[in-house]
């Protein structure tokens, strides 16, 4: 791993589907000892006997039993991937429970978690913090005002620690991705359609490709900061929502 040779240890958050378990495979193949945090103990049963990583069954809001289990592990990269789109609907019309769910997941918990594990970094001047976050946080998209705020917050934080861990040697990337095909949506689109409205005739992105940018990023020299990459489907626009499907 280059000058990432160092890097010993990580933790994935959201790591029982889609980019998270993507990711904590990948991480696994490059020889780090993952913990994968997630809430479904099947799923995080079958990801532990099929790579070898250590599971933390824990919803990513409780920081304080997070910050408990990580207490004495140094943890050198954290990926910062749990994610919620509860819903898609007008802002005069959401549930205003679903705001708070968007914000707390989504903004506030990476906040927290990052909390509890950058002081260690900073000290040992050793670490690399990712954040998957959307082109939702980026650009307008219609029905997605709380989703797309909690991204645009956890964009700009990204920004704001860059410039608090200069002289650290810590790094911090955030990954933008456009249309991938996980679960983020399955009840965000009514009846279960998720599958056939974004994903039937469409090149999306797949979990692996994004779990890829993330090793690349992780594999450069620890004095090279890959500090926001976009990635969307070549059908995509770019700064908007609007996907082809693609004719052969």
């Known amino acids: 791993m280059s000058d990432g040779t160092a890097y010993r240890t990580a933790v994935v958050t959201g790591a029982t589907s889609g980019i998270g378990r993507a990711t904590v495979l990948r991480l696994r193949q490059m020889g780090l000892?993952?913990?994968?945090?997630?809430?479904?103990?099947?799923?995080?049963?079958?990801?532990a006997s099929s790579s070898g990583a250590k599971t933390v069954q824990a919803d990513v809001r409780d920081t304080a039993a997070l910050a408990a289990r990580f207490a004495d592990v140094e943890i050198d990269i954290l990926v910062n991937n749990a994610g919620i789109l509860s819903t898609r609907a007008l802002f005069h019309e959401i549930d205003p429970a679903e705001i708070d769910a968007m914000i707390d997941v989504n903004l506030k918990?990476?906040?927290?978690?990052?909390?509890?594990?950058?002081?260690?970094?900073?000290?040992?001047?050793?670490g690399h913090l990712i954040f998957i976050g959307s082109t939702g946080g980026q650009a307008p998209y219609p029905s997605m005002s709380a989703y797309g705020a909690s991204k645009a917050g956890l964009s700009l934080?990204?920004?704001?620690?860059?410039?608090?861990?200069?002289?650290?040697?810590?790094?911090?990337?955030?990954v933008v991705p456009g249309r991938v095909q996980t679960d983020l949506y399955r009840t965000a689109i009514a009846d279960n359609q998720a599958q056939a409205v974004l994903y039937d005739g469409y090149r999306a992105i797949q979990p692996e490709h994004i779990a890829t940018v993330i090793a690349n990023a992780i594999e450069l020299p620890v004095y090279v900061d890959v500090a926001r990459v976009e990635v969307l489907p070549t059908d995509q626009a770019a700064g908007g929502g609007q996907m082809v499907r693609f004719a052969q």
């Open 33 to 47: 000892d993952v913990y994968a945090v997630g809430r479904n103990a099947a799923a995080l049963e079958d990801l």
């Open 109 to 126: 918990a990476p906040m927290h978690l990052t909390r509890v594990v950058l002081p260690g970094m900073v000290t040992r001047k050793k």
């Open 157 to 174: 934080f990204c920004d704001n620690l860059r410039c608090d861990l200069l002289g650290t040697s810590v790094r911090v990337t955030e």
